[in-house]
């Protein structure tokens, strides 16, 4: 049983090698390697449903063991990165084909999988941080794929991803110091005997590692130049799969590492979360109001998804820092359902880049009778992404909004509805600008996407559906991951959490049924009235005026102008802009450190005595600067 | 201990030279100077006053009155080192006079930071 | 049958060869350039069979003319020294299979016998166990060196060589001064026996000599701020040989500089004084390193921060410090190697220096851009490559105790890998991901100047899945040197 994680480990990363070989040979090889491995991939993680395997030494460093495990937590996790791999494959086919340098595509498609893999298995800190490193620079090769802009979109995350890395380094460096081993269990128990002060820096700096994955402000300002300029494919692995690493990495900092005890013992404090935690809420409830903000003000598809995918994270941060039951079940409950959902919207705009060649708002609209199979997998997306039932992402809103209201978090409560409205406000943009209104003109022979490129869409629409009407299906493994993390899980059934229970009662089949007899009823309406009469586009009258094809007749471009002139005040200081302004006075420091190579012999002559009479001299002192 | 004094003032105006001068041939005495000062400081190491060398002939010399002759060794050998490194230098002088026309450093300083 | 695991050979071999080449360059002229392969392919067998009795004994000695330490000249291969005599003889002996073709330049035999003599000379710095054989390695190998970085004869290589040797001669100067006090203080040049006799000595009488030999060494170790003749001096040199210079040679001297601080002087108390030294030149170079258009400066500037980051970690002072610094040392020397071979191929193709003018070269020239970013990667230190390993073992040295000064220090050094890191990513940003501005012919390098590279990144990949062995070794190296004993001991008890 021990070996298999090491299998299941290094499927992708033989499926990747496998594929890039193949290529060479033949196209079709390359594909029926690259589907193959990470359905492979897929499949195994079913045999580690509800396991716990705890242990697995695959080498020894430095007198520490490198250790795989996996639990119930990190199967949610290794099966979010395995499913939706798996689709961005089948989803790869169609939309990069012609492509130059598609092997390679697929060799890092594939690592990036088995990076993501690797840190959900990672069962010491060493294994995690080096896939933590592989992930993060494998990412960035996919990222700079995606044409001239990806370029310094990819520069930014590299250089951003690095900078968190290296603080998660430094974090655990000071642990190794401390335990000489760094299998999780030891971190635990030493992080449970050390001081507060230790602890504390522990935390901040691992968890401003975590933080940049996860792009909670203000450490997001890669996300969305990388997200948007990323190829298609990968967006919805970056955005579905790669920030829940940050997730992860988080529960089990919290809860893994520490617990809810501990780190209420470090700060003393009268909130109802612990100091530290309470700080990450705070910021996860900024990160979410203002990143709806500014997805409101968007004229790109991709990074108004983009930004949406920072503020919905931020809806899963709070519910993990919330230190409940209730709020990490719906925290985790909703890094699937976002996974899901944001993948879904950036497989459907994917396809629609892929038959307009645009993603400008703007320039697109009346898709709907074009490509109508894209259009259902956008409403499924936006549904479930506004929380509206009977989908998936109602539950775990719910969820979260119930968990702050136990704990009396009103601010909280208040940012997050803030952010669920908003979320209401560019979702319709969204749809409207997309797929209703009028069509343009170019797009008049637009055709739905192609099979394969259809197929993603539709499992992931269903699986809406099925973690929206079924959430106890999601809550299984949620609750035992809890039950691994020592925290009493909630209680809950098939359709929802009964009466009694620290949950107030939600039965979502009920809605849901009420729902469809609504639907019916209103579809009965629509059948029985009389029909509308359709008439063309152009068939229009216009006050005298000439309607010519090129008229717009509906707004698309500012949609929210009058709403930006209120918020934009807000962000006239952007930490992009701050991390720019380091980033070049650091630029100009350096310029003038490199002036001592002067190029003159005699300056570096004369060094060389300077350097002699301060070693003399120093030497002289003892030796001892300090 | 003259000879001590001698040698590190022979090493300072070596230095002096190739920090102050500009003429490379001015540069190259200095190189010569630093040399020449160490290997007299290291012959001077060796010596003993009144002593003789260190071979035994007829006659008997004490060994206290020989001359350690292992710092003449060095020296030979640090002697032929300093020649041909300062052949190279005179060969680079060459050359850099051919693409410059000068001999002021100064003017020779394409390469930097 | 004889015994040829005797580290003399190590020197014997190549100056023989490098003679024949001399005398043999008048009838032979095409057939001279092979004699380099030959003599550092005899030096790796050697080196081959030294391995098995250093793991075994710890220390393996020779002496000359038969007579014991520490009256005999004697060469001495500790671990350390093995470590290091192991890649300089497989770096000599993979570039010049490099130099076969990359040498087109008149006059081709003086190139060779000059290389074999650099080689040798980095050999000889390396295995000596007396000072004055120090520094007449020393003066071999900068000798040979100056005379390489001019060899092109243009411009630039005329003013980086003038630079390098009056700095090299000032450095070796200093270097002769310091040996020679220590002579007059203890009346010995053997290393054991010195370290030895100058227990004696108080901290303060000890610290001139000290000065003196540090500030020599580091003029060829390329600390700052004694490192400018650097920059110039490795892109001016032809590329196989700024793949020595950058590889084996800084290190050499890091190497004389390590040996002399622990094994004879014993200066713990120095050692946090010279993280000092580790820190700037890690900064310094890396912050140049970042401004630099033309890659072979850029790769020079690289090595400067990559010596400064293994010095720093040799001066930690710690047996983890020690085991990180061989290790990156390791990763250094091999990395930049491929490096500049790599490079010196791309450039050989596509006659530019400038990084803008690589743009399309991913696509064009597809293994050596594959070579490149596997080295670039492993120097960088991104996982699972080796210099992940070395990294990590330095950061975690350095943390062994937490305070504000390990804090510090690991805040610079994590900064300055995240600018060695932008600078590699625009590089490879530009290989691979940019469009030529005008498509112009581009050929991959000829086979014999690839396969040198390749058979360092295989050596890479290896060491990066398989780390283990070297790790170990490597913590067994630091001990032996941090223990002082087993050296001097073994030198002064005689075979």
Redesign the interface.
């Given at each position: 049983m021990d070996m298999s994680l090491g299998v299941l480990l290094a499927t992708p990363f033989v499926g990747g090698i496998l594929a890039y070989l193949g290529g060479k040979i033949h196209r079709w090889v390359r594909y029926t390697f690259a589907i193959l491995f990470s359905l492979l991939a897929f499949i195994e993680i079913f045999f580690f449903y509800n396991t716990t395997v705890g242990n697995y030494v695959w080498?020894?460093?430095?007198g520490s063991v490198l250790v795989l495990q996996i639990n119930p937590i990190s199967w949610i996790f290794a099966f979010i990165v395995t499913g939706i791999s798996f689709l961005v494959i089948l989803f790869s086919i169609n939309d990069v084909e012609g492509h130059?340098?598609l092997d390679f595509y697929y060799l890092e498609l594939l690592f990036v999988e088995g990076a993501m893999l690797g840190i959900t298995l990672a069962g010491d800190l060493?294994t995690f941080?080096?896939?933590w490193?592989?992930m993060s620079?494998t990412s960035?090769f996919l990222i700079?794929?995606g044409g001239k802009k990806s370029?310094t979109a990819?520069?930014k995350y590299?250089?951003m991803s690095?900078?968190g890395a290296?603080s998660m380094?430094?974090a655990i460096?000071?642990v190794?110091?401390?335990a000489h081993s760094l299998v999780f269990k030891n971190v635990s128990m030493l992080l449970s005997q050390s001081s507060p002060a230790?602890v504390i820096w522990f935390f901040v700096l691992f968890g401003i590692g975590l933080f940049v994955k996860a792009a909670v402000m203000p450490l997001h300002t890669w996300l969305p130049d990388a997200h948007s300029e990323a190829p298609s494919p990968v967006s919805p692995l970056l955005s579905g799969v790669l920030i829940k690493m940050g997730a992860y990495g988080l529960t089990v900092l919290f809860y893994g590492f520490l617990s809810v005890q501990l780190i209420g013992k470090l700060a003393p404090t009268i909130l109802p979360t612990p100091l530290l935690l309470y700080i990450v809420e705070w910021l996860a409830a900024i990160s979410i109001v203002l990143a709806t903000f500014l997805a409101i003000l968007q004229e790109d598809a991709k990074r108004l998804l983009a930004y949406s995918s920072i503020s919905q994270i931020g809806y899963v941060v709070l519910g993990i820092a919330m230190g409940s039951s209730l709020g990490i079940a719906g925290g985790l409950f909703h890094a699937l359902n976002h996974a899901i959902f944001k993948s879904l919207l950036f497989f459907v705009i994917g396809g629609v880049i892929y038959r307009t060649g645009t993603r400008n708002m703007s320039e697109l609209g009346g898709l709907i009778k074009k490509m109508p199979v894209s259009f259902i997998g956008a409403l499924f997306g936006i549904v479930a992404l506004s929380g509206v039932p009977p989908l998936n992402g109602f539950v775990s809103k719910w969820m979260i909004y119930e968990a702050l209201l136990q704990k009396k978090e009103v601010f909280l409560l208040i940012m997050a509805f803030v952010g669920s409205t908003g979320a209401f406000l560019y979702l319709y943009r969204f749809i409207h600008s997309v797929f209703l209104g009028q069509l343009p003109e170019k797009y008049k022979d637009v055709k739905e996407v192609p099979f394969l490129m259809q197929l993603p869409i539709w499992i992931l629409s269903a699986l809406t559906i099925v973690f929206g009407i079924w959430p106890g299906l999601a809550m299984n493994v949620i609750a035992q991951g809890e039950k691994f993390l020592g925290i009493t899980p909630i209680k809950y059934t098939l359709y929802g959490f009964p009466q009694g229970t620290a949950m107030s009662s939600l039965k979502v089949i009920n809605i849901s049924s009420v729902l469809i007899i609504a639907f019916i009823v209103v579809l009965a309406l629509y059948l029985m009235l009389p029909k509308e009469r359709f008439v063309s586009q152009y068939d229009t009258y216009a006050a005298g005026q000439v309607v010519t094809p090129e008229t717009k007749y509906n707004y698309s471009y500012g949609f929210y102008m009058f709403f930006g002139r209120v918020i934009n005040p807000i962000f006239k200081w952007s930490a992009d802009k701050m991390y720019e302004a380091w980033a070049r006075a650091t630029?100009v420091f350096?310029?003038y450190?490199?002036r001592?190579?002067?190029?003159n012999?005699e300056?570096?002559?004369s060094?060389?005595v300077?350097?002699?009479t301060i070693?003399?001299f120093?030497?002289?002192i003892?030796?001892?600067?300090? | 201990m003259i000879y001590y004094i001698g040698a590190f003032l022979l090493?300072a105006i070596g230095?002096y030279a190739?920090i102050i001068k500009k003429n490379?041939i001015k540069?190259l005495i200095g190189?010569d100077l630093?040399?020449s000062?160490?290997n007299l400081?290291?012959v001077s190491?060796g010596y003993v006053k009144g002593g003789t060398a260190p071979i035994f002939s007829k006659g008997n010399i004490l060994a206290k009155m020989m001359v350690d002759p292992?710092?003449q060794a060095?020296t030979l050998?640090?002697i032929v080192?300093?020649a041909?490194?300062l052949a190279?230098?005179a060969?680079?002088?060459v050359?850099?006079y051919r693409?410059?026309g000068t001999l002021d450093i100064k003017k020779?300083?394409?390469?930097k930071? | 049958m004889v015994n040829i695991a005797n580290p003399i050979l190590l020197i014997a071999i190549p100056l023989l060869f490098a003679f024949l080449i001399a005398v043999l360059a008048p009838w032979l002229k095409k057939g001279v350039k092979y004699i380099p392969v030959i003599a550092f392919g005899l030096n790796l067998l050697v080196v081959f069979e030294l391995i098995p009795d250093v793991l075994d004994n710890g220390i393996v000695i020779a002496t000359t003319a038969g007579i014991k330490p520490p009256f005999a000249i004697n060469v001495a291969v500790d671990r350390l020294s093995l470590f290091l005599v192991l890649i300089a003889t497989l770096l000599g002996f993979l570039v010049s299979i490099y130099n076969l073709v990359y040498i087109k330049e008149e006059p081709a035999e003086k190139f060779h016998i000059l290389f074999t003599l650099l080689v040798t000379g980095i050999t000889w710095m390396i295995v000596t166990g007396d000072l004055?054989n120090m520094f007449?390695a020393f003066?071999v190998t900068s000798?040979s060196a100056?005379?390489l970085v001019?060899f092109h004869?243009?411009?630039?290589a005329?003013?980086?060589?003038?630079?390098y040797?009056?700095?090299g001669?000032?450095?070796?100067?200093?270097l002769?001064?310091g040996v020679?006090m220590l002579?007059?203080a203890t009346g010995t040049?053997n290393m054991a026996d010195i370290a030895e006799k100058i227990m004696r000595f108080t901290?303060?009488q000890k610290?001139?000599p000290?000065?003196?030999i540090?500030?020599g060494l580091?003029?060829e170790g390329a600390l700052f701020?004694?490192n400018?003749?650097l920059?110039?001096a490795h892109p001016?040199a032809p590329s196989s040989v700024s793949s020595i210079l950058s590889g084996i040679m800084t290190t050499a001297a890091i190497y004389g500089i390590i040996r002399v601080t622990v094994t004879i002087f014993n200066?713990y108390?120095?050692i946090?004084?010279l993280i000092?030294f580790g820190l700037l030149t890690l900064?310094?170079g890396e912050?140049?390193a970042?401004?630099q258009k033309d890659i072979k400066r850029m790769l020079a500037y690289s090595t400067i921060g990559q010596t400064g980051l293994f010095f720093y970690a040799f001066s930690l002072g710690s047996i983890n410090g020690m085991q990180g610094a061989f290790l990156q040392m390791m990763n250094h020397s091999l990395a930049k190697a491929t490096l500049f071979l790599v490079v010196g191929g791309i450039i050989f193709s596509v006659g530019s220096r400038n990084i803008d003018d690589f743009a399309g070269i991913g696509?064009k020239m597809k293994l050596s851009a594959f070579l490149f970013a596997i080295a670039a990667?492993s120097l960088m230190g991104?996982?699972?490559f080796f210099g992940?390993?070395s990294k990590?073992?330095i950061?975690?040295a350095?943390?062994?105790?937490?305070n504000v000064?390990t804090?510090a220090f690991?805040?610079i050094v994590?900064f300055m890998?995240?600018?060695e890191?932008?600078y590699f990513?625009?590089v490879m940003?530009v290989m691979f991901?940019?469009e030529a501005k005008e498509e112009k012919e581009v050929r991959e390098a000829p086979a014999w100047m690839l396969i040198p590279a390749i058979t360092l990144v295989v050596i890479i990949l290896v060491l990066s899945f398989y780390?283990?062995p070297v790790?170990n070794f490597a913590h067994k190296a630091a001990a032996d040197l941090v223990g002082r004993s087993v050296y001097i001991n073994s030198v002064l008890g005689g075979l």
């Open positions: 080498g020894r460093l430095f130059k340098g060493i941080f080096m896939f490193e592989l620079w960035y700079i794929q370029i990819g520069y590299i250089i690095v900078i290296y380094f430094v460096a000071m190794f110091g401390r230790f630029k350096g310029d450190m490199r001592v190579y002067t190029g012999l300056t570096y002559s060094y060389i300077v350097l002699i070693v003399a120093v030497l002289l003892g030796g001892k600067l300090w | 090493i230095l190739i490379l540069i190189l630093i040399a000062g160490t400081l290291i190491i292992v710092p060095l050998t640090a080192i300093g041909s490194e190279l230098a060969a680079f002088v050359i850099l693409h410059y020779i300083r394409s390469l930071w | 004055f007449v003066e000798i100056f005379g001019g004869r243009d411009k630039d005329a003013e980086a060589g003038f630079k040797l009056v700095m001669s000032i450095g070796a100067s200093l002769l001064i020679v002579y007059a040049l901290f303060k610290l001139l000290y000065a003196f540090f500030t580091g003029i701020p004694l400018a003749w920059p110039d001016a200066y108390q120095v946090l004084f000092l900064m310094f912050t140049a970042f401004f696509r990667f991104l996982p699972p992940f390993w990590l073992k950061i975690f350095t943390l062994e105790r937490v000064y804090i690991v805040v994590l890998s995240l600018i890191a932008a990513f625009r940003q991901f940019k780390p283990t790790i």
